[in-house]
């Protein structure tokens, strides 16, 4: 998984509480992107980072923050976990501008009862 | 507002047989089109991918065929193997411009589900 890992692997939450989601890269790519992966929606963007401390939203990033502080973590958190945030979620890098692939994580899947 | 639409959602193909994937799209900013493969419980593969300068790739059974005027683009898998059998996405991206605002972000379409009998 082009040396990528994600943290947990799998987490059941309850509704109202803080979660926060982990992507660890050792790839020193610049870009790095949350995505979430729905039934019928394929995989939808919700964060992505263009570099230390610089970070946009996505098409989905309602109900979502992230932080980056350093090159390799990308964190994502959800403030107040709701039923609808109930996904799997996929941490995505890319080189700069010069090569177009994303390398993806192996997924965190999260349940919010 | 769903950019790339894919089809079928499902598809079974006997071993051996020939596997079409379906996508269109409505932004004509696009200009890099990747097929990704998902096996259950890891994340997307970069598969092979199309710029629309060119109307097919081709990479050992798999090949793109790109149609820029209809705004849609396919994946073929030929000689369909049970080890083909995989979520396949396909995606749309814009380029990474001077001002670096487009930063990537990959469009998917719906996924769709393969599965190849022996």
């Known amino acids: 998984d082009a040396g990528i890992t994600q943290s947990p692997r799998h987490k059941v939450t309850e509704t109202g509480t803080p979660v926060t989601l982990r992507c660890h890269q050792t790839?020193?790519?610049?870009?790095m992107y949350w995505y979430r992966q729905d039934p019928g929606h394929g995989l939808r963007l919700i964060h992505y980072?263009?570099?230390?401390?610089?970070?946009d939203k996505g098409e989905v990033s309602d109900g979502y923050s992230v932080s980056r502080s350093k090159t390799e973590d990308f964190l994502l958190t959800l403030e107040s976990a709701t039923s609808s945030q109930t996904s799997v979620y996929f941490c995505a890098i890319s080189e700069s501008s010069g090569s177009y692939e994303q390398y993806f994580g192996p997924g965190t899947r999260l349940t919010v009862t | 507002q769903q950019q790339v639409k894919q089809s079928p959602q499902s598809l079974i193909v006997q071993k051996g047989g020939i596997s079409i994937i379906n996508c269109a799209y409505e932004n004509t900013a696009f200009d890099y089109f990747p097929w990704y493969q998902q096996f259950p419980g890891k994340g997307p593969a970069l598969l092979i991918a199309i710029r629309p300068d060119v109307s097919e790739k081709k990479e050992g059974r798999f090949t793109i065929s790109f149609n820029k005027s209809a705004k849609q683009f396919s994946l073929h898998i030929m000689d369909s193997q049970p080890g083909d059998s995989a979520t396949y996405f396909c995606a749309a991206l814009p380029p990474f411009n001077a001002g670096g605002t487009s930063y990537g972000k990959l469009t998917f379409g719906q996924g769709t589900i393969l599965t190849v009998h022996p």
């Open positions: 980072s263009y570099g230390v401390k610089d970070t």
């Open positions: 790839e020193n790519h610049r870009y």
